[in-house]
C-alpha cells in the first residue's frame, strides 16, 4: 500500500490491513514533519545572583538569544519556558508571561513548562515540536531558576519535592539521599570505586575553571573530593552541584529558514522526552533511569543515529554518580563501565568521548530550570567551533537532562547544519 | 494512650498482591487500584542506604539518619528509618527488624 494514499476499497479492509494503512499513514506524517534549527542562543553568567531577579535572569538570556539570532523579535509567534520552582524559591509565578513581556513579543502565547530538574529541556522539545509539526515557524525557548535567595535549608527541601512527597520524602529522603542509595548500589553491583566516581568531579571541575560562564572556577583533586565532609553517604559535597541561578534562551526556526538567517545554523536531528519513576519504590533498578533509555531511543531512533555516532555529550551530572549512571543508560558505554572510562580520561575533552566540556551541572551549576538549555547552548557552541573548552571538531552533539527521582528525561541531538 | 487507631504504613494490592507504602494510588506492579490492609514484615534484607546528614529543614531534629531501602521479597523494597546507631552499622544484605516507629515511620533496626 502506497504511503498517504487511501485506498478505494477502504470500507472493505480488515482489521489488519486497516491497521497497516493507518501506520503507513501515521509515518507519513512523521516525515512531513520539518527539520527545525537552532540560529541563536543567549546565557547569563551561572553564579549566585542575589541582587537581581529571576526576571532580569530570564529577560537578559532572552534578549541575548534574540541578537544572537539577529531576527526581529515581532517575527517570534511562542515562547517556551522551563522553571522548576519560582513560586516556592522566590515567591514569582507567571515566569513566562513576564518574559514575553519584558522581551516585548507580543501578545503571544507563552508556557511554562516544568519537569523538575528537566523543565528546560521540556521547553526546547515543544519548541522544536510545535516549529517540526509546522504550528509556528519561529520560537523562543527559555529555561531560568532562581535559588541562591533561599537557605539551603529551604533548597533542599523545595528540591526534595521533585521525588515523591507521600512515599519518599516522609522517610526523610532527600536528592543527594536518593543518589547516596544509587551510589552505594552502584559500587556494589559493579565494583565502581570511591575514587572513578571522584575523578567525574575533577573533571568537570578542570572543565568548569576554564568555561567563562561557569559558576565553580577552581580545580579539585580525587583526594578532594574523597575527603570533603558527606552529605548523604558515601555521597560528598564536591559529588555535589552547587546551588546557583541562571537563565538560558535560544532562537529556534524551520531549517529551510535558518539556512537563510544564520551562518552557522544547529540542526536539532533528534528528540525524546520520556517519564520513568516517580518513587524510589517503583525503580526495579538502582543502576539505571529507564526515562533515560526511553528519551535516549526516541532521540537516536529519529537522528538515525547510534551512541558510537555522538562526538561530544553534555549529561546530567547532578551528582557525580549521575554522569556515571546517565553515560551507561546513554549506551555510550557498557553497564558498569562508566567508572573506569572517566578515570582513564576517555571522557575529557581531549579523550575519545568528550562528556560536559562545559563544566556540567557540578562546576557550571544547576539552576534547575534552566539547565536543560544551558546543555544544549554548550552544544551549539561546541558544533560551531566557538567553546571555551572546543572539542575536536565534533559533528553530533547530545544532550541529556534528567528531571526528579528519575521522573522524567530528555534526550536531544543536534548536528551541523553548515 | 488514647484509642486512635495507627495507620499501618504498608498496604497489598488486591490483585497481586504486592506491598505498597499506604501512600500508593496505584500498584507498582500490575497498575490495579483496589488494596486492602496488610502489616508489614518483621524483618528484611537491606539493599542500598544513606546517612542524610542535610536534612530537609527541621526533619528528625536536624540529626543525621539513615534511609535504609529494606528488600522484603525479590524486588519488593519499602523504606525505613533508622535513628539509633546511625554511624556504621549497616551493610547491604544485612538483615534488619522492621517495627512501626512512633512517627508512623517504619522503622529499621540493626539484629
Ligand atoms: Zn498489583
Not at chain 1, 146 to 171: E, F, K, R, W
Not at chain 1, 197 to 217: Q, R
Not at chain 1, 223 to 243: H, K, M, Q, W
Not at chain 2, 71 to 85: F, H, P, V
Request: charged share 20%.
Amino acid at each position: 500500500m502506497k504511503n498517504g494514499a487511501i485506498p478505494d476499497n477502504i470500507n472493505q479492509l480488515n482489521a489488519e490491513e486497516r491497521i497497516e494503512f493507518l501506520f503507513n499513514f501515521l509515518a507519513l506524517e512523521v516525515l512531513d514533519m520539518r527539520d527545525v534549527s537552532i540560529i541563536g542562543v543567549g546565557t547569563t553568567p551561572f553564579s549566585k545572583h542575589k541582587e537581581r531577579g529571576i526576571a532580569d535572569l530570564s529577560l537578559e538570556a532572552g534578549r541575548k538569544a534574540i541578537e544572537d539570532a539577529g531576527i526581529d523579535k515581532s517575527k517570534i509567534e511562542a515562547l517556551y519556558l522551563g522553571n522548576y520552582a519560582a513560586e516556592a524559591l522566590v515567591g514569582q509565578g507567571s515566569l513566562a508571561a513576564i518574559t514575553g513581556r519584558n522581551l516585548g513579543l507580543g501578545q503571544i502565547p507563552c508556557t511554562r513548562t516544568e519537569g523538575a530538574c528537566a523543565s528546560a529541556g521540556i521547553a526546547l522539545r515543544e519548541s522544536f515540536l510545535t516549529i517540526a509539526a509546522g504550528i509556528y515557524d519561529v520560537v523562543i525557548a527559555v529555561g531560568a531558576e532562581q535559588m541562591s535567595t533561599c537557605s539551603t535549608g529551604v533548597v533542599t527541601s523545595v528540591l526534595a519535592g521533585a521525588g515523591d512527597t507521600t512515599m519518599d520524602n516522609i522517610y526523610g529522603l532527600t536528592f543527594p539521599g536518593f543518589f547516596g542509595l544509587v551510589l552505594r548500589k552502584h559500587m556494589e553491583e559493579f565494583g565502581t570505586t570511591r575514587d572513578q566516581v571522584s575523578c567525574v568531579s575533577v573533571k568537570n571541575h578542570h572543565n568548569g575553571a576554564t568555561n567563562p560562564i561557569a559558576y565553580l572556577k577552581d580545580e579539585i583533586t580525587v583526594e578532594g573530593v574523597n575527603e570533603s565532609r558527606f552529605i548523604a553517604d558515601p555521597l560528598t559535597l564536591y559529588d555535589c552541584c552547587p546551588i546557583t541561578d541562571g537563565a538560558v534562551a535560544m532562537v529556534l526556526c524551520p531549517s529551510d529558514m535558518a539556512r537563510d538567517l544564520c551562518k552557522k545554523p544547529v540542526k536539532v536531528v533528534g528528540s525524546g522526552h520520556a517519564i520513568g519513576t516517580t518513587s524510589i519504590l517503583q525503580m526495579e533498578s538502582f543502576t539505571t533511569f529507564p526515562a533515560t533509555l526511553k528519551a535516549a531511543e526516541m532521540a537516536y531512533q529519529m537522528a538515525g543515529v547510534k551512541p558510537e555516532d555522538i562526538d561530544v555529550v553534555e549529561l546530567h551530572d547532578c551528582f557525580t554518580i549521575a554522569e556515571i549512571v546517565d553515560s551507561e543508560d546513554l549506551g555510550l558505554f557498557e553497564k558498569g563501565e562508566g567508572g573506569p572510562a572517566v578515570e582513564s580520561g576517555r571522557t575529557a575533552v581531549d579523550g575519545e568521548l568528550p562528556i560536559n566540556p562545559s563544566g556540567g551541572l557540578i562546576s557550571r551549576g544547576h539552576p534547575v530550570g534552566a539547565t536543560g538549555l544551558a546543555q544544549v547552548y554548550e552544544l551549539v557552541l561546541q558544533l560551531k567551533g566557538e567553546a571555551a573548552n572546543q572539542v575536536k571538531n565534533p559533528e553530533l552533539g547530545l544532550a541529556h537532562n534528567l528531571g526528579g527521582s528519575g521522573a522524567v528525561s530528555t534526550v536531544h541531538i543536534l548536528s551541523k547544519d553548515f | 494512650m488514647n484509642e486512635q487507631t495507627v495507620t499501618s504504613p504498608i498496604k497489598k494490592c488486591q490483585q497481586c498482591g504486592r506491598m505498597l507504602p499506604q501512600a500508593a494510588l496505584s500498584c507498582f506492579s500490575c497498575g490495579a487500584y483496589e488494596f486492602e490492609a496488610a502489616e508489614p514484615p518483621d524483618s528484611g534484607k537491606v539493599y542500598s542506604y544513606t546517612t542524610i546528614r542535610v536534612p530537609p529543614e527541621g526533619f528528625n531534629d536536624n540529626q543525621p539518619y539513615n534511609v535504609v531501602v529494606v528488600e522484603i521479597a525479590e524486588g519488593m523494597r519499602l523504606l525505613a528509618i533508622q535513628t539509633e546507631d546511625v554511624e556504621g552499622s549497616l551493610e547491604i544484605n544485612d538483615s534488619v527488624g522492621l517495627e512501626m516507629g512512633a512517627t508512623g515511620l517504619l522503622t529499621a533496626k540493626k539484629r
